[in-house]
Every structure is written in structure tokens, then in C-alpha cells.
């Protein structure tokens, strides 16, 4: 109902309408926490002990420096960036665009005066601190903003110790190793640091995304699907808002033809829901409502035989199609697309299953075809396939550009629980217990 | 193990892969300025920094820790290898500085999330420290950046490692909370939205009441239009709202088996067509027990029939008659209308595939159309009996 008029839509603000928005929300908050706080707190403890260990380089090499200030105008100077960016962050209560870049510019200081301090002394030794501990500094910095900036600031001061370093080499030959060392550790950290954080929350929008589908596996055969569930609540609503305003005379009978074409649209959105779509299942709703299934799977399913299938093969089922398609940390074994088929067993082809007369006709055997493209079957993270086990027996077929799973899933006479439907529609009686 | 847990133990390996893989390729290149080792030392050293390397490969990829042990125990070896050596060149300990800081310390970070792991990682880091230690006391080279280096390198991946392991615990607990809340959310929706589907005869009200107004109500009369919308508002405000219905449109929420359910339901179904000016008799039995999803389909198709005669017959009079044997309920809708031909009228046009024989089948039941041109239509509508 995308040409709903704008008026009725702004008259839709009745929080039951909101529901799936929400869990949606605190799922992103877990998402956008960033990589969480709590691998900030690790992040900077593990910064501060790199910066002590810097510093105890400085108090060992101190004693070398010719008479003056030693290496200590360099460590003044990040440690006056490092107060002014606490400070700063206190005062704006976060960290605007241009005082993050100002502190990160102001990072040149440290680095100019220790290399002034230390230059051609790598013979004696003595080696720049303050510089490389900048690598250390930046690892709390990339937990709060862009994480492409430090590394690219920390590639920087990386470049200026290798330049000493090329300077040097001339007096101090294979001396001047420790310089290079030292670039690549000034760099290490903050790489380090980077790939945690995203391979976090990497990891958390993945586990996210899943535990919010995996609600999708407890509910009953022929399930309305949240979706359908607000589509549902907003035309009756919708139709309740026209209704009323014809029955309270604010619209003229008869109508108009915007108002006609109104009452067509929510009559045949009604019928839609209401008739139509009766046997969609947890699989298309899952597919539907997850980020990462949406738009990846299809669903072939149209008679809904997925809807019988039990808990537990339900929940091996989905994790195989996330586990197919949910892992951009390998972008080569991404599938092209994953096409999922039910169908109905012959059930004369297995031989010992003993077919109940039973009036309902429920299925016994579910046949599930998993066609992937794209990928070999090879190059898909193991455990898929001890999910697939969970689902039935089943067998891989490769093909041209892909493979093809085949599962041949029982289907238990428990899955008729209490107040689960038929596959037909009809409600199936209320077993009395005890 | 959880599935969490194996991503975590994924990630922390990934980690260790490119600390380490960089470690030992830096040591590698140190070794290789001139003058780094003397020439057996060196194809020791050259040897030991391969295998590292290799072991680091398969712990990253396999996660054996055996091979973890392995990257410690090689880094041992060197350090005892170039540090023994008489002569200690500033690239030899930068080598050093490199194995024992990095590629050694690569493996702190999965080790220390296991079981015991924080006791693993220190005694690991003290061997490496003491083996250190023994080499500066063997040839008398000062080793204190390589001493520094390698505890400031154990100890920053073991936070690293440890404090991941805790923003994942979180995570996961906040994952779960969300989760049982998302289910709880799904279960409440999905409950309304049956409630919504369940009050299937209130919708086919709403719905005929909505296909009139798109109409611009051809033949009702405008009062009676107006009421009905606002009966309709009504109930479908009471649905939204949940407040208990009462006694008159209780029927048309289905409920569970009053006596004289099959009754109410179809007296609102007449009133409703009375009003919009056709007039439905009504023959036969009011007593009859049926399935709730088979009444709401009966009632439903019933209702798309007489909409039908409403509009096409061109009469304003219909009967339903309701007969059942022991297997069978069936509804007749006749009138004595225009009629017309059954096979030269496509049933999709009128909406009668899907809203009357869709809805049947859907329960079990079938309906057949009975006219001719002049001599009105009879529609037989057939459900099963439980």
C-alpha cells in the first residue's frame, strides 16, 4: 500500500503499529554500539601499557642523548595533545569533526621533536619513543570515530621514522633496523585494534540478525509473519479512519474520486492479506525478515510445506541458508544466489514408511532442495553442514557453477501440536491432556 | 561449544594471524641485513623462522593449540639460537625484539580466552622471558629492549584477547535479551493479526461495505451506506482496541461454539443486505455445529453470493436454504433474477473463484453454479461436516 495518501499515513501513530520497529531498534543499538565499550576499555589499557613500554625505552635511552633535553620535549608534546583531546572531550561531551582532526594534526608536533631529538644517534642506539608510542595512542582513538583516519595518521608517522631511518643509514648501517621495526609497530596496533573492532561487530550484527530470525522457529505452521502483521493492523485501521469519516458525514456521499480509489485500494490490500498469502510460512517469513536472507534466498515453497517441519529442523534449516550466504569475512565463498524448493515426497518411493489412512493427509516426508550458485561446495563454512544434518537425511549434488543440497525431512506426528493448523487450513483438534 | 564462541575464537585467531604472520616476516627480513648471524646461526635462525611461521598457519586456520605451543616453543629456540651467539648485531635483536613481542606474543590473544588460558599465557611469557634472561647471561649482551619488548607484546595481546572475550559475553547476553524480546514481540503480533484474520466475517462486512463506497454505492441509499460504514468503523475500532464485544456482534468475531451461533451469524449477514436493499429469507437449520475455520468459509462464501445477486440479479429478493445429511451442510443461494450462462461468464470476473470457491477448498467444501439466461441462478455451496 506504497499510494496510501500522506494523511493517513500521518494519522498512523499508535505504538502497536511500531512493534517489530522496535526490537529492530535495540538490535542496531547492539550493532552500532560500535564494537561495544567494552573493547574500548581493552583498547586503551592495552594503549596505555604500549605507551609505558615507549617510556621505559625513553628512561633506559636518556642517559645516551648528548647534554640537553633528551627525549623528553617529544613525550611533553603528546602528552599535552593527549590532556588537550581528554579535556576537549569532557567539554563538547564528544568529539567534533574539526577538534578531531585538530588533535590529529597536532599529533606532527611529537613526532618533529623527537626526531630532531634522536637524529643521527641510531648508531648509538638511541631510537625515537614518543613517535612509535603515537601507534599506541591511536588504538582508543580508532574505538570512537573512523577507523581509516588513525591508521592512515599512524602510516604517516610510520613514513617519517622510515625517512630518519633512510637519512641515517649512511653513519649507521644495519643500526638503523630497530627505526624500521619501530614504523612497523607504530602501524601494528592501530591495524590491530581496527580489525577487531570491525571483525566485532561483524560478529555481533551477525548473531543479532539470527537470534531475531530464530524467532521465526517457534511459531505455529501457517504463521501470519510480523510483516504481514502490521500490514494487517494499518488496513484495518486505514479502513476504520474512511468508514468513520463517511459515517460522520466528513466525507460526502458519494465520494469522490480520490476517496473511491481510496476504498478500492485498502478493499483489495484486505483481500490480499486476508486471502491470499495463507500459506506462507516461518521460512518466507524469516527470509523476508532478515537483513542478510532478504534479497539472497528465495523461497520456492507455495503450498507451505515448510510449515510442519519441527523446531529443531527448522532452526537447522535456517542456520544452514544464514551460514550459506551471512559471510562477507570470505567474499569468495558469497553465493550468487541460493534458491530454497519444498515439495512433497512420492511417498511410494520409501519403502518403509508406513502411510496412516490417515483423512487428514499430512505429509510425512518433506523434500527440501537447497540450490546454490556461485559457490563450490567446497569453500562453505563446515558447520553448515552439521546444521543441514539436523534438518534429515541428506545428500550434495554438485553442479556446473554450484551444488545442490538434498534433504529428505521426516516429518514427527508431534509437529500437529495443539493449536497448530493444517496445512489445509483447518484447525487441527485440541489433544486433552491428562 | 556455542556458535558465538566458535566466531569469537575465529576472530581472536584472525588476529593472531596478522600480528604473527607480520612478526615473523619482520624477523625474517631482519635476519636478512648482512651481518645479522653468522652462517650456521643464520640457517637455524632462517629454518626456525619458517617453521614459525607454518605453525602459526596452522593454528590460525585449525585453532590446535598444540601448534600455539609449538610457535612458543620455536620462538624459544631462536631466541636461544642468535641471543647464545658471541656477537649480537643491532638487526639480530630487533629480531629478537620482533619474535618475542610480536610473532610469539601473536598467541596470547586465543590462549588466554580458554579454560585456564590466563595461566597458560603467563607461563608461556615467563618461559620465553626466563629463556631470554639465560641467553643475556650466557654471552653478556645487554637484552633489556628485547626483555621489554616481549613482556609489553604478551601482555597487550593477552588484554586484547581477554577484554574481546568479554565484549562478547556482553554482547551475547544483550543479543539474548533482544532475541527473547523480538520472540515475545512476534508472538503478540502474530496473535492480534490472527485475531484480525479470525474475525473473517467482520472483514467480509468491511470489505463489501468498502467495494460499495469505491462504487460510490450504486444502488443504497445514501443513509444506509452511512450506517453501515459507521457499524463497520465501530467494530473494527472495537477489534483494534480489544474491548469485549458485545452480545449482538459477537457472532461476527467467531467465538467458540454457542449453541446459536450458526444463527447470530447469518441474522448479521441478512441485516447487512437488508440494508443495502436486497432482502434475504431464510429456510432451514439454524442449529449446526461446525469447525470455526469451516463456518467462517460458509459464511463467508454466502456473503460473496448474495453480494453477487445484489449487484447482478437485478432483483431484490434471495433465498438461502441450509441443509445437512450426516456428512455434508450445504447452503443454497437462489434467486429469481436475470441469470446467465455459466460457461460463457469467465468466474474469475466476478470474484468467484477466489472469495467463494478459493475459501470452500480451503476447508474441504466445493461450490457449483446453477443458471441460464432468464431463469434466475442457483449457487450450492458445500462443506463437510467434523
Known amino acids: ?434 | 561449544m556455542k556458535r558465538i564462541h566458535k566466531e569469537r575464537d575465529r576472530l581472536l585467531r584472525r588476529l593472531t594471524r596478522i600480528t604473527g604472520l607480520a612478526g615473523a616476516t619482520g624477523a625474517f627480513l631482519c635476519l636478512l641485513v648482512p651481518g645479522a648471524a653468522t652462517a650456521p646461526e643464520f640457517a637455524i635462525a632462517m629454518a626456525l623462522s619458517v617453521v614459525v611461521a607454518g605453525l602459526l598457519f596452522v593454528h590460525t586456520t585449525r585453532g590446535s593449540v598444540a601448534a600455539a605451543l609449538g610457535v612458543v616453543a620455536a620462538s624459544v629456540a631462536l631466541v636461544l639460537t642468535l641471543g647464545a651467539a658471541p656477537v649480537l648485531d643491532p638487526a639480530t635483536a630487533t629480531a629478537l625484539a620482533v619474535t618475542g613481542g610480536v610473532t610469539s606474543a601473536s598467541v596470547a590473544a586465543p590462549l588466554v580466552v580458554r579454560r585456564r588460558g590466563v595461566l597458560l599465557v603467563i607461563v608461556l611469557a615467563a618461559i620465553l622471558v626466563a629463556s631470554i634472561a639465560a641467553a643475556a647471561v650466557m654471552s653478556h649482551h645487554s637484552m633489556t629492549e628485547v626483555l621489554l619488548t616481549t613482556v609489553v607484546g604478551w601482555t597487550v595481546l593477552g588484554v586484547l584477547g581477554a577484554w574481546l572475550d568479554n565484549g562478547v559475553l556482553i554482547a551475547e547476553a544483550r543479543i539474548g535479551e533482544v532475541g527473547r524480546a523480538h520472540e515475545a514481540e512476534r508472538i503478540a503480533s502474530e496473535l492480534e493479526a490472527q485475531q484480525r484474520q479470525d474475525a473473517r466475517v467482520l472483514h467480509d462486512t468491511v470489505l463489501a461495505t468498502l467495494s460499495l463506497l469505491a462504487h460510490s454505492g450504486v444502488g443504497v441509499s445514501a443513509n444506509a451506506l452511512r450506517d453501515q460504514a459507521g457499524d463497520d468503523a465501530r467494530l473494527l475500532r472495537q477489534l483494534r482496541l480489544g474491548v469485549p464485544l458485545d452480545n449482538g456482534s459477537n457472532a461476527i468475531f467467531s467465538p467458540g461454539s454457542d449453541d446459536d451461533l450458526l444463527s447470530t451469524t447469518f441474522e448479521s449477514v441478512r441485516q447487512r443486505f437488508v440494508r443495502m436493499g436486497l432482502d434475504v429469507s431464510w429456510h432451514g437449520a439454524g442449529q449446526l455445529v461446525l469447525p470455526r475455520e469451516t463456518l467462517d468459509a460458509l459464511v463467508g462464501a454466502l456473503g460473496e453470493c448474495l453480494e453477487n445477486v445484489r449487484r447482478h440479479s437485478g432483483v431484490t429478493e434471495a433465498d438461502v436454504t441450509i441443509t445437512d445429511d450426516e456428512h455434508t451442510v450445504r447452503a443454497m443461494v437462489t434467486d429469481a433474477g436475470d441469470g446467465f450462462e455459466p460457461d460463457a461468464v469467465d468466474p474469475a470476473r466476478l470474484g468467484y473463484a477466489e472469495s467463494v470457491v478459493g475459501r470452500l477448498n480451503a476447508v474441504g467444501g466445493r461450490a457449483r453454479v446453477f443458471s441460464s439466461p432468464g431463469s434466475g441462478t442457483t449457487v450450492m455451496l458445500e462443506v463437510p461436516k467434523p
Open chain 1, 1 to 434: 500500500m506504497s499510494t496510501r495518501s500522506p494523511k493517513i499515513a500521518t494519522t498512523i501513530g499508535e505504538h502497536s503499529f511500531l512493534r517489530p520497529a522496535r526490537s529492530a531498534t535495540a538490535a542496531s543499538n547492539i550493532r552500532s554500539s560500535h564494537g561495544g565499550r567494552r573493547l574500548a576499555i581493552g583498547a586503551t589499557i592495552a594503549a596505555g601499557l604500549l605507551v609505558l613500554g615507549h617510556l621505559a625505552r625513553a628512561v633506559l635511552m636518556a642517559p645516551y642523548f648528548p647534554p640537553g633535553l633528551g627525549p623528553w620535549p617529544g613525550w611533553l608534546a603528546l602528552l599535552a595533545v593527549v590532556a588537550v583531546g581528554c579535556i576537549g572531550w569532557q567539554v563538547f561531551r564528544g568529539m567534533p569533526d574539526w577538534f578531531y582532526v585538530l588533535l590529529l594534526a597536532g599529533l606532527i608536533a611529537p613526532v618533529w621533536l623527537d626526531l630532531q631529538a634522536t637524529s643521527g644517534l641510531a648508531a648509538i642506539g638511541v631510537t625515537p619513543t614518543a613517535a612509535p608510542a603515537i601507534g599506541a595512542v591511536l588504538m582508543p582513538v580508532s574505538t570512537i570515530r573512523s577507523r581509516t583516519l588513525p591508521i592512515a595518521v599512524a602510516c604517516g608517522v610510520a613514513v617519517a621514522l622510515l625517512a630518519d631511518a633512510v637519512m641515517q643509514v649512511g653513519t649507521a648501517g644495519s643500526a638503523v633496523v630497530p627505526l624500521l621495526a619501530l614504523a612497523g609497530g607504530a602501524v601494528l596496533p592501530v591495524v590491530l585494534t581496527v580489525a577487531m573492532l570491525s571483525g566485532f561487530s561483524r560478529l555481533v550484527r551477525h548473531e543479532a540478525d539470527l537470534s531475531l530470525v530464530q524467532s521465526t522457529v517457534g511459531t505455529a505452521r501457517s504463521a501470519v509473519g510480523m510483516r504481514a502483521s502490521e500490514e494487517l493492523a494499518k488496513l484495518d485501521f486505514d479502513a476504520e479512519t474512511l468508514l468513520e469519516d463517511v459515517a460522520a458525514g466528513r466525507i460526502g456521499l458519494p465520494l469522490s474520486d480520490d476517496d473511491a480509489a481510496r476504498a478500492g485500494e485498502l478493499a483489495a490490500g484486505l483481500r490480499v492479506r486476508l486471502i491470499e498469502g495463507r500459506n506462507d510460512t516461518w521460512l518466507k517469513h524469516a527470509v523476508a525478515e532478515s537483513q542478510y536472507l532478504s534479497g539472497r534466498v528465495q523461497v520456492d515453497d507455495p503450498t507451505g510445506l515448510a510449515g510442519p517441519l519441527s523446531a529443531a529442523q527448522r532452526e537447522g534449516l535456517l542456520l544452514a541458508l544464514w551460514l550459506l550466504v551471512a559471510d562477507p569475512a570470505k567474499p569468495s565463498a558469497v553465493p550468487a544466489s541460493v534458491i530454497v524448493g519444498c515439495r512433497e515426497l512420492d511417498e511410494a518411493g520409501l519403502d518403509d514408511v508406513e502411510v496412516d489412512a490417515d483423512d487428514l493427509h499430512v505429509a510425512t516426508s518433506v523434500g527440501i532442495t537447497i540450490e546454490v550458485d556461485g559457490v563450490i561446495h567446497r569453500r562453505v563454512d563446515p558447520a553448515t553442514w552439521d546444521a543441514v544434518a539436523n534438518v534429515g537425511v541428506h545428500q550434495v549434488v554438485s553442479a556446473a557453477s554450484g551444488f545442490r543440497i538434498e534433504i529428505t525431512c521426516r516429518i514427527e506426528p508431534e509437529a500437529l501440536a495443539p493449536g497448530q493448523r493444517h496445512p489445509a487450513g483447518r484447525p487441527i483438534e485440541e489433544k486433552s491432556h491428562g
